[in-house]
């Protein structure tokens, strides 16, 4: 992805992947937002996108997925939500929020007057059971952690229900 650091491993294993709003801004405190992300990640699953776990807070989300190239497809995956959401935003008047978008920008971001994404996702190759099973845990506990809920399965934006074996907002691939 990009001019990252962070480089993927083999494109066709899971990753534990972060991706967050430029700044921390709070972007995903309305359902319209989060929808857009939701959407986003089912049409790359209609497309082969395996998606194990997701959490989506306020200012970032964290996952694990695969797909035959998950660069590729996680770049589609930014891209597509940042457009969309940008255009939310100006549809609806939130100045707020795009002028801080428009404020952070990195300066070589000439094409775009919004900045959404901070660059990179961060991955980190799942290499065993041990570390997948850690990394879900914690992306289900992260909403916990911040004291937002008492259990992992009361966050609504999370995979944690499916764990539980109740029905989630997404469909996700539990089998690694």
Request: charged content about 25%; some cysteine.
């Amino acid at each position: 992805m990009g001019r990252s650091r962070y480089k993927f491993g083999d494109i066709t294993a899971p990753h534990f992947m972060t991706c967050t709003v430029l700044q921390w801004i709070p972007v995903f405190t309305r359902p319209e937002t989060v929808n857009i992300v939701l959407d986003s990640f089912r049409f790359l699953m209609d497309e082969g996108f395996q998606l194990y776990a997701y959490v989506i807070l306020e200012n970032h989300l964290h996952l694990v997925a695969r797909s035959e190239r998950l660069d590729r497809d996680m770049a589609r995956f930014k891209s597509h939500t940042a457009r969309q959401i940008i255009d939310y935003l100006e549809t609806n008047h939130v100045h707020m929020i795009l002028d801080q978008l428009a404020f952070f920008k990195k300066s070589k971001k000439s094409d775009s007057r919004y900045q959404f994404w901070q660059e990179g996702v961060h991955p980190e190759q799942i290499i065993s059971d041990e570390m997948m099973h850690t990394k879900v845990e914690y992306i289900h506990n992260n909403p916990v952690v911040r004291g937002y809920v008492d259990r992992p399965e009361h966050w609504r934006y999370s995979s944690a229900r499916n764990y539980n074996g109740e029905q989630g907002m997404l469909d996700v691939c539990k089998q690694w």
